[in-house]
């Protein structure tokens, strides 16, 4: 069983108890978090943290970038349509969607979904799981 965390669904909060956990100082927390929230991909990327915490936090945690596996742009009218694959291989969507007075975006909060939409793909399967805060904020 994987009992690492994904640095992208944590808090500072909980970043802070991880470092006081592993012995570190409180600010790293906040290194850490900044790093997460610029996009890096690995850890290794953590450039201002020494190298034995970069293995000391692998050992708890790793990053889970979403696979973009299609991207659709609608010729009609802008809308580009996201197909993401999570780490366990299920699929989400988010559509951004364009208009006069700047975009705005769906994001999906959950693997699958209850409602039954005749239009909407991710109802085929069924509802699966909720998405962590990380999961949803890390698509645009």
Not at 9 to 38: D, P, Y
Not at 42 to 52: A, F, G, R, V
Request: aromatic share 10%.
């Amino acid at each position: 069983m994987d009992t690492k965390v994904d640095l992208l669904s944590m808090t500072i909060e909980e970043l802070e108890n991880m470092m006081a956990e592993m012995g570190q100082q409180k600010f790293r927390a906040k290194q850490i978090f900044q790093w997460v929230n610029k996009g890096i991909k690995d850890i290794d990327e953590m450039t201002n943290l020494s190298k034995e915490l970069r293995e000391q936090l692998r050992e708890k945690a790793y990053i889970n970038r979403f696979e973009i596996i299609k991207k659709f742009v609608s010729r009609i009218d802008g809308t580009i349509k996201y197909l993401f694959r999570l780490k366990d291989g299920n699929i989400i969507e988010s559509v951004l969607m364009k208009y006069m007075h700047g975009f705005s975006a769906c994001i999906s909060s959950q693997v699958g979904c209850k409602m039954g939409c005749k239009f909407c793909a991710s109802t085929g399967a069924g509802f699966v799981r909720n998405l962590t805060p990380g999961r949803c904020l890390t698509r645009f």
